[in-house]
């Protein structure tokens, strides 16, 4: 059983609206065991409508549509999927109740554009949207489904909840997909894909490894498809236990875990509290881990020391340091870490100092130069880092290296 979804709307092809909508239902069909084979965006333009549509359902089982059921002239899907399925519009009262009782409830009167979206065609099922004016409709062709709703994101997400996943899932029987996500740190793709080499060839067939990096970290999805979802995930746990065997300092996460949750978790099961002190991250490292509900427990604060006086003034960084060795330094960043740390009197603390970019770099300390101190009641540190020459993936990922490096020794 195959799966496709259609997004109609000009202002996804012209970037104005990020299509959410796509990746959110296709995950709901993945957690309820329907693969998704395409998914397509196309114009409000009958023709390219039409096209999609035969296209789809020459190849799909279940056609899924976003988009084009509003009230304005720009809205033509409605009429478009009439002319595909050779039928006609008319009036349905129960959606016009739906209409008036949501018009009601929110105090506006009713116009002769809203009284035209309880017109559906003919031959369709129409879906109750207790969320807006545009029904969802459910359709039937030459053994394929085709449901209609709206674009509207909240409007969308409770129809197919509430209505479509569980139609199909009366109609159809499905398997079991099972995915699980490993998330690492510490080692760019491919040396990791050499490092995990040999466990990755000898994974059952049935089980599908997927590399998904991004700055400051690679995961890992194991995909596995069959009849019994339990035996599967028993599967993929056991294959994760041979991973962690050899990767185990990589290795932070899972699925939906981030390196500030475990940070946090860490810090709180210790009784500790920690500070950071940024000058390249500019902040971004507090806010990862102000980013945890719960994270004023163990985050006492931060100095983001730009220049250097307020690393001199604020932080206590010596004038000398700086003349002898310069704000990006070993020295610079660890005299940071260790103020930070004492005035803000936490049991750890960061600290950050490097050339984001794109100018400032030289010879000697090219754009993406960056310097990480960690100290923990146990340890103070500083290493090195060259990033690259985009800023932005320069602070994230340093704001990354920096909280796995805190992860990596509060774990030990």
Known sequence: ????????????????????????????LNLSGISVYQIVTISDERVHILKTLKEAGDRSDIILITGGLGPTKDDITKETLCEYFETKLSFNEEVFKNIQLLFEKRGY??????????????????????????????FEKKNTIYVSMPGVPFEMKALLSD???????????????????ILTHGLPESLLAKKIE??????????????LPKPGAVRLRLTGKGNDKSALENEIEEEIRKLQLIIPTEIFGFDNDS???????????KGMTISTAESCTGGFIAHLITSVAGSSDYFKGSIIAYANEIKE?????????????????????LEMVTGIKSRFKTDCAIATSGIAGPGGGTDEKPVGTTWIAISTPFKTFAKVYEFGDNRERNITKAAMTALNLIRKELSS
């Open 1 to 28: 059983m195959k799966a496709e979804i259609i997004s109609i709307g000009d202002e996804l092809l012209i970037g104005q609206v990020i299509n959410t909508n796509a990746s959110w239902i296709a995950e709901q």
């Open 109 to 138: 009167k009713i116009s002769e554009l809203n009284r035209k979206q309880a017109e559906v065609p003919e031959g369709c099922i129409p879906l109750p949207n207790i969320h807006g004016t545009a029904p969802g409709m459910w």
């Open 198 to 211: 040999h466990w990755e060839d000898n994974l059952p067939k049935h089980l599908k490894l997927a590399y």
């Open 163 to 181: 209505f479509v996943i569980p139609g199909l899932l009366s109609r159809f029987k499905t398997g079991a997909i099972v995915h699980k996500t």
């Open 259 to 269: 390196l500030s949750q475990k940070v946090g978790q860490l810090l709180r099961e």
């Open 313 to 333: 003034q604020s932080l206590g960084v010596k004038t000398q340091t700086l003349i002898d060795h310069g704000a990006v330094s070993e020295e610079t960043v």
